[in-house]
């Protein structure tokens, strides 16, 4: 089956052409980086005029490194849900007016669950159950994978994001948006022992997170330094931070392994792009002998490819969308949208 995908959940434009859930033939992806960089964070008024104005072009150069036609294909998938609804709702209009003319049905994907789908791009072996660390820019969750559309989410942040939480940090030391990468190059020539951070302690869940304590403390440190006029090495701070976050996304996820019994851990989102993390990560599994699953660097940011992928299993499990599909920014990944085989009109207007 030959899917057309679409992803704007954010700020990037991206379209792709994926074969049976496992194969891109093409990953087109804009990025407005540059243009929110000004702002230090994405302006969502802009990111949704950006996505009108790249996507019709974004899609065409996917079909056309595919080398195929609209009609060549046999359904489009869109992201739905989370997201920011202005950017969401350009994806979705666009692919409802090329399912529409196509003929083909429309699927509506989670960006979540296809951040976890970019491992089945990656790795032609894995198939679910699994245990699964999604961290991106806006989510931090420990989530069962128990089928391909089938998840429980075990833990997740209780304010801010894994990446927000990098981001900010960067930003403080100086660094441009989205400053994560930035953090992680940097750190390479750090010392990550140079700086201490707290390991955060909540009550209640053991797989929940929270960042904001570390965070503050990063604030804490870099304002005492300052008042004290005294020198430091940012790439120490950087590789420090790093670390900290990198170790206790791992021992929650890890702890979870051990108490649900999973053997297979797949890391997904655009964190785990992260080379302290996915160091951190692949020691911990091999000690632990555990299965490790990383999603290629390309399939770890937003990106369609991985839409395509998750669009796939969506499909074969019936939950392609109605023309009446609206953009869900706060729907959870284990939630079944609205729009799907659980209601009546959900074929009636293929
Ligand atoms: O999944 P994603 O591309 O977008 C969302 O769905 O949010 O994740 C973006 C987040 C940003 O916070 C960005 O700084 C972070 O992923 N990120 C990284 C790295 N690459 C991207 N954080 C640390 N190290 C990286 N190499
Ligand atoms: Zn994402």
Not at 96 to 118: E, I, M, Q
Not at 162 to 179: H, Q, S, V, W
Not at 295 to 307: K, T
């Amino acid at each position: 089956m030959t899917i057309l995908a679409l992803e704007s959940s954010c700020d990037e434009t991206a379209a792709a052409v994926v074969i049976d859930g496992r194969a891109a033939l093409s990953s087109v992806v804009a990025s407005q980086v540059e243009a929110h960089k000004l702002y230090g964070g994405v302006v969502p008024e802009i990111a949704s005029r950006m996505h009108v104005e790249a996507i019709s072009g974004v899609t065409e150069e996917a079909l056309q490194q595919a080398n195929l036609a609209l009609q060549d294909i046999d359904a489009v998938a869109v992201t739905h849900a989370p997201g920011l609804v202005g950017a969401l709702l350009v994806g979705i209009n666009f692919a409802k007016g090329l399912a529409y003319a196509a003929g083909k049905p429309l699927v509506a994907v989670h960006h979540l669950r296809s951040h976890v789908a970019a491992n089945y791009l990656t790795h032609p072996d894995l198939v679910p159950p699994f245990l699964a660390l999604v961290v991106s820019g806006g989510h931090t969750h420990i989530a069962q994978v128990t089928d391909y559309t089938a998840f429980r989410v075990l833990g997740r942040t209780r304010d801010d994001a894994a990446g927000e939480a990098l981001d900010k940090t960067a930003r403080m030391l100086g660094l441009p948006y989205p400053g994560g990468p930035h953090l992680d190059q940097l750190g390479q020539s750090g010392d990550p022992k140079a700086f201490k951070f707290p390991k955060p302690k909540l009550s209640g869940n053991p797989y929940d997170f929270s960042f904001s304590g570390l965070k503050t403390a990063a604030l804490t440190q870099l304002n005492q330094l300052s008042i004290q006029h005294s020198a430091f090495s940012i790439e120490d701070f950087a590789a420090s931070f790093q670390r900290a976050v990198a170790e206790y996304l791992c021992a929650n996820t890890l702890r979870a392994a051990r108490e649900y019994g999973h053997t297979k851990i797949v890391l997904a989102g655009g964190v785990c792009a992260n080379s302290v993390l996915r160091a951190e990560i692949s020691q911990r599994c091999r000690e632990q002998g555990l299965d490790l699953y990383l999603p290629d660097l390309r399939y770890c940011g937003d990106n369609a490819a991985m839409v395509g992928a998750q669009g796939y299993y969506e499909y074969l499990a019936g939950n392609a969308a109605g023309f009446d599909l609206n953009a869900l920014p706060g729907l959870g990944m284990e939630s079944v949208h609205p729009a799907t085989k659980r209601t009546s009109w959900a074929w009636a207007s293929m």
